[in-house]
């Protein structure tokens, strides 16, 4: 999809953009959170996941994927299952370390136990991963390659591979 670094940030950028706000209105309504709150705290917390998984997308997870899903591709030419395997190692690794984010900031919020640190990151990363993986495959992932290459993205560039 994107050609150059710049289309790259913009692509990760709205596709990190749409994740983030949606699985953080998922999280605030999963942990009753979402009528406690007032909008001003919702967009606070909203803002500070999106740095800290926009962070994580550019320098961590977004170039890990990218090697292990075309090494996973290596011997296909086919778009569909190299899109399919970077979105997948994507949602594995966001999942992963965006619960360790939730589950430190829980933490913060009510408290932290140490006896129940490896369950409670384990319910996070279930609960997250559950609507991540469906989320991305079936509606942002293709939403935000339809905005990418209608609005973002150079003409005679959409023939270009990933």
């Known amino acids: 999809m994107p050609t150059n670094k710049k289309e790259s940030l913009q ?3 709205l596709m990190c953009f749409g994740m983030v706000l ?22 606070l917390n909203f803002l500070i996941a999106f740095i800290v998984a926009f962070i994580l997308d550019l320098f961590i997870v977004g170039p890990t994927a990218k090697k ?3 090494k996973l591709t290596a ?14 190692s994507m949602v594995i690794g966001m999942a992963a370390l965006m619960s360790m984010f939730g589950l430190v900031t829980m933490s ?4 932290f136990h140490v006896e129940t640190v490896v369950t409670d ?3 996070i990363f279930g ?6 993986l469906p989320l991305q495959l079936v509606v942002m992932g293709p939403l935000v390659r339809f905005l990418f290459t209608k609005f973002i993205q150079s003409p005679g560039a959409a023939s270009a591979t990933v």
């Open 108 to 111: 913060l919020h009510s408290g």
């Open 11 to 13: 692509f990760g950028f």
């Open 75 to 88: 011997r296909t030419s086919k778009k569909l299952y190299k899109i399919l395997a970077i979105s997948i």
């Open 68 to 70: 292990v899903a075309f």
């Open 121 to 123: 990151y384990l319910t």
């Open 22 to 43: 949606v699985m953080t209105i998922y999280n605030f309504y999963l942990h009753g959170t979402i009528h406690e709150m007032t909008f001003m705290e919702g967009v």
């Open 127 to 132: 609960s997250n991963f559950i609507l991540a």
